[in-house]
């Protein structure tokens, strides 16, 4: 098993920046890419961003493309999303997740993640 906690949430203006951090514990070799989603009030969850351990191969959804970065740290066994210029839609419960697997087509469904973290809450003013 691997264990995912999330940090960083917080509320920020719009405009505003945050960094989430996710620590991943457990079986961590068997993880090969790291998801970060979203949920908002009232709304289904959503594919936010993700990369691969490896190669550090990263893929966005078009919402956050040039506003949020992932990145690794395979030491620390720890993913980061920097989240910049803010808006009050990304306000939402954001998720990390680890998948055993990888895939160049289908890293952005939910249904390829083995394990996920219990979310931090953003909240961006306006």
């Known amino acids: 098993q691997i264990q995912l906690v999330e940090s960083g949430g917080g509320l920020v203006q719009a405009g505003g920046s945050l960094r989430l951090s996710c620590a991943a514990s457990?079986?961590?070799?068997?993880?090969?890419?790291m998801g970060w989603f979203h949920q908002a009030p009232g709304k289904e969850r959503e594919f936010v961003a993700a990369?691969?351990?490896?190669?550090?191969?990263?893929y966005y959804a078009d919402s956050v493309k040039g506003r949020f970065t992932i990145s690794r740290d395979n030491a620390k066994n720890t993913v980061y999303l920097q989240m910049n210029t803010l808006k009050p839609e990304d306000t939402a419960v954001y998720y990390c997740?680890?998948?055993?697997?990888?895939?160049?087509?289908?890293?952005?469904?939910?249904?390829?993640?083995?394990?996920w973290g219990q979310g931090t809450q953003v909240t961006v003013s306006s």
């Open positions: 457990g079986r961590t070799f068997s993880s090969v890419t």
């Open positions: 990369i691969t351990w490896s190669l550090g191969s990263t």
């Open positions: 997740a680890s998948a055993r697997q990888y895939s160049n087509s289908y890293y952005y469904l939910q249904g390829i993640y083995d394990y």
